[in-house]
């Protein structure tokens, strides 16, 4: 096969073909980026720092056509796409800052001056999961971009059409050719030889722990840097003394946004048994209040899932026999329409409280006390992000403090922002993306000693 048809998860019609990159062609992409870098690197920071800031306006110029790509190729609402392409702006803003602050230091030692750099490590290639194409892709390329790597990346084979966007966009705004590369194509083609090839220096990958896992072997055969990004079963902690009200009427957007699609969904609603059953009483209204249909609606507040396979591994979870508490609404018709579905599994052992579904459902189980709480929410190999409501501020710190997990929020469901660190414990991930410190992360430190002795 030597092309794809995107579909539209919404209609289920084809939106474009497009072209697969073949191994041949993979290794003649990473090639131009190897013969690339030494210029790029070469670009002095003040000039790396404009291009980076050139190529945010013209995603920022591009914003409703990069939305509206997002909604048709990936069924997301178009409120939520106009903010990913926005994201995809910011991060390049912010990181544009960072070409002329790589600072060294100075140590002090006998005999000499010692000086540190921070060197760019060379072609840098970034795998891009389905359930975001845009702002994912922006966390690997602008920061690897403002260190002075190069970089190829494959987007999801599902969902290439706004990462071949943004390849035109940089192009437009002056990023020299072959620095920064899109190749639609297979993971086990292209993904592969970003793992296996010597000249690509670091591998970020986001999606499963299954595939994080065997990315992070090969990488290991040569000692290749690798940030992953993966999976999670993420607690929203309710107790007795929170703002219930609240709780319950943004609970669902913690976990339906992008239609569960989130490796951040607080698919695990852990409530204290004393307000479980007015938790659950606030909950139902919430639920069928979710607004799901046409993306492209400025309404909608949920779309479809992306692909008739994924739907079916959704629906595999709710069987004739599945504790269903209540379910929202979906459209019928064409289109892979799951609608809002709150579970009530009997243990944490039941798949429903632990696999990561990744899709629009929800458990809710009862903890007894705080011990409890973070006992429960920590029964998962997983460790991403999660939230904590309470009035408590003694509390929230102990139980952020208790609970294994790189993002929580309290009294929110926030998990991203470009400004902070992200990333997971335990076999969420391995590095973090985003923050002041995530260009460190695609540079290698370089010691330089000068004598000054006689």
């Not at 290439?160 to 035109?168: F, G, K, N, V, Y």
């Not at 504790?323 to 009997?346: C, I, K, L, M, Q």
């Not at 501020?393 to 997990?405: K, P, T, W």
Request: hydrophobic share 40%.
């Amino acid at each position: 096969m030597t092309t794809f048809d995107v579909i539209n998860p919404a209609t289920e019609e084809v939106v474009r073909s497009v072209a697969l990159t073949t191994l041949e062609e993979t290794d003649a992409a990473i090639a131009r980026a190897q013969a690339a870098y030494p210029a790029w690197k070469a670009v002095s920071p003040g000039d790396r720092a404009r291009l980076l800031r050139r190529f945010a306006d013209a995603v920022d110029a591009d914003i409703e056509n990069l939305a509206q790509l997002e909604v048709t190729n990936s069924g997301h609402t178009i409120g939520n796409a106009r903010w990913e392409a926005g994201n995809v702006r910011d991060v390049l803003n912010y990181y544009s800052a960072a070409p002329e602050r790589l600072n060294g230091k100075q140590i002090p030692v006998p005999g000499g001056v010692n000086i540190t750099f921070q060197e760019p490590l060379g072609v840098v290639g970034v795998i891009v999961p389905w359930n975001f194409p845009m702002p994912i892709a922006g966390w690997g390329f602008a920061p690897a971009l403002a260190a002075g790597n190069t970089v190829v990346l494959k987007p999801a084979e599902v969902t290439p059409l706004t990462a071949l966007r943004l390849a035109e966009l940089a192009s437009e705004a002056g990023i020299p050719e072959d620095v920064f590369q899109v190749l639609p194509g297979k993971g086990s083609v292209v993904g592969q030889r970003f793992v296996d090839h010597p000249a690509v220096r670091k591998v970020v990958f986001t999606g499963s722990t299954e595939v994080g896992k065997q990315i992070m072997a090969g990488c290991a055969a040569q000692v290749k840097r690798v940030t992953l990004e993966l999976g999670g079963k993420n607690a929203n902690i309710i107790f007795a003394d929170s703002d219930l009200e609240k709780a319950a009427a943004t609970a669902p957007y913690g976990v339906f946004d992008n239609a569960g699609q989130d490796c951040c969904a607080r698919s695990l609603i852990l409530v204290q048994a004393s307000v479980y059953d007015r938790f659950m009483e606030l909950l139902e209204p919430a639920v069928h209040g979710v607004v799901v249909g046409d993306p492209g609606s400025e309404k909608t507040e949920m779309g479809p899932l992306i692909s008739a396979a994924h739907k079916a591994k959704v629906s595999s979870y709710i069987g004739a026999d599945a504790p269903v508490a209540f379910r929202g609404s979906a459209p019928e018709g064409p289109g892979y329409w799951f609608p809002p579905t709150v579970v009530t599994p009997g243990n944490l052992q039941d798949p429903l409280a632990a696999d990561e579904i990744f899709g629009p459902v929800v458990a809710v189980v009862p903890f007894g006390d705080e011990t409890d709480a973070v006992t429960m929410a920590n029964h998962t190999e997983y460790g991403l992000s999660g939230s904590i409501w309470t009035r408590d501020v003694g509390r929230a710190l102990r139980v952020a403090r208790g609970v294994e997990s790189g993002n929580l929020s309290v009294n929110s469901h926030s998990s991203v922002r470009y400004w902070t660190p992200f990333g997971g414990f335990k076999q969420s991930g391995l590095g973090r993306e985003l923050g002041p410190d995530a260009v460190d992360a695609f540079t290698e430190t370089k010691n330089v000693f000068l004598s000054t002795e006689d």
